[in-house]
């Protein structure tokens, strides 16, 4: 019986940040969950709402109001001149006495307060100075995260402030950029076999192609997962294709994925390395050699001749900052159970549970998982990788460590 990793703890999320004092007081909203045509729920509708938590966070440049919420909720945001302010209506009712307090450490938002309003209850944040919300983001929740609305405030001129308080209902209707769970009985698994088409990936002796070899695994891993009937499948891709690294990262999104799995065969300058080693994402790589494998393997994309944009998702940062914690701690516990049972059947690199800076991991709301299945630089290493029979056992001790993730996990 394989000895199974201690399961971490999963607090409540600290509520308070560095620049902002905490809310003071626990805030309960009501709030129907189904919208009117035209945005705000009816009134009458019975309360189900708990505001849990309202933070200010501080970038270079603008700030972000992030309000921690227990359901959704419906609201319009407006903007006026006299006096300078924001408010965002929200069909909900207070269920108790509370404050806030948004204003401590701003350099935009002179007072911050609750008010009624015909719909609910109201955010109304008094200016110090003009200021324009460029984002109104939406994040759902996903297990073990409560809902978050985050407002993306950025200082501009008077008459850019009054212009957008003139347009009325501004930014316009509230962005989802986390799409919500599905309901399904299993867990889903993305399998994503790394390079494919026109990047051939890593190269071993006498032709062998990291693309062709981690194609051939992915493909054993998803027929063996699905033959377990723990969990479904998708692959990013099943052929020898290219698919970009954000649309591997977007395609897990999309679909809600529990977890993504990437395949890797790679080389390294020194040809005695060998062994299996599992990656989890991180901005500090775990060493030197962790860092060269996760540049070459972001470099993919200018390799394949797609262009590559010059910015991401314009709230990916928001999405990291306040996803990641619980994505990260899934993401090592999915990497302790699929490493040891990958080492029932073959070799282990020393500190085989490394980080490194991999785009296909940054999906904040997916764990993720790189598998580095082996070293195709390593003699012995890439003659049992270059054995198809190998391929179905690889598969097999991979597919053995997710199921046991998952039913950790349930």
């Not at 009501?30 to 045509?37: D, G, I």
């Not at 395949?263 to 790589?285: K, N, W």
């Not at 630089?377 to 991979?398: Q, T």
């Amino acid at each position: 019986m394989r000895h199974h990793p201690t399961r971490p703890c999963n607090p409540r999320p600290h509520r308070a940040t560095a620049v902002v004092q905490a809310l003071r007081g626990l805030l309960l909203f009501a709030c129907v969950m189904a919208a009117m045509p035209g945005g705000l729920v009816s009134a009458n509708a019975q309360p189900s709402t708990e505001l849990l938590a309202a933070e200010l966070v501080q970038d270079p440049g603008r700030e972000r109001i992030v309000l921690t919420l227990s359901a959704p909720v419906a609201l319009d945001l407006q903007a006026a001149e006299a006096p300078l302010s924001i408010t965002l209506d929200m069909a909900a009712d207070i269920a108790g006495e509370a404050r806030i307090d948004l204003a401590a450490h701003s350099q935009t938002i002179a007072d911050a307060r609750l008010a009624p309003s015909a719909n609910g209850i109201a955010l109304v944040l008094d200016l110090a100075a003009p200021a324009q919300v460029t984002q109104l983001a939406y994040l759902p929740a996903i297990p073990g995260r409560d809902r978050r609305l985050v407002l993306t405030l950025v200082p501009v001129n008077a008459e850019t402030f009054g212009s957008w308080a003139a347009a009325g209902a501004v930014p316009g209707p509230v962005s989802s950029f986390v799409a919500e769970p599905a309901t399904r009985e299993r867990p889903l698994v993305v399998i994503d076999p790394g390079h494919g088409g026109v990047d051939p990936g890593a190269t071993g002796p006498a032709g062998l192609y990291e693309k062709t070899i981690v194609l051939s695994v992915g493909i054993h891993l998803r027929d063996v997962l699905l033959e377990t009937g723990a969990v479904d499948v998708v692959m990013t891709r099943d052929s020898d294709v290219y698919v970009r690294l954000l649309d591997r990262v977007a395609l897990a999104r999309q679909h809600g994925a529990d977890l993504l799995v990437s395949l890797h065969a790679d080389t390294v300058p020194e040809s005695y390395v060998r062994g299996a080693s599992v990656y989890v994402v991180s901005e500090v790589s775990s060493d030197q050699q962790a860092a060269l494998l996760a540049s070459r393997e972001n470099e993919a994309d200018r390799i394949a001749g797609v262009p590559v944009p010059s910015s991401e998702d314009p709230l990916f940062d928001v999405l990291l900052g306040l996803a990641r914690e619980r994505t990260l701690a899934e993401s090592e516990t999915a990497a302790g159970f699929i490493l040891e049972a990958m080492g029932e059947v073959m070799g282990l690199v020393n500190n085989a549970r490394r980080h490194a800076s991999f785009v296909v991991l940054k999906a904040p709301d997916v764990p993720s998982v790189l598998v580095e299945l082996g070293y195709l630089s390593n003699p012995e290493e890439a003659r049992f990788l270059a054995d198809p029979a190998n391929h179905e056992a690889v598969a097999r001790a991979l597919a053995a460590g997710i199921v046991d993730y998952f039913a950790w996990r349930d």
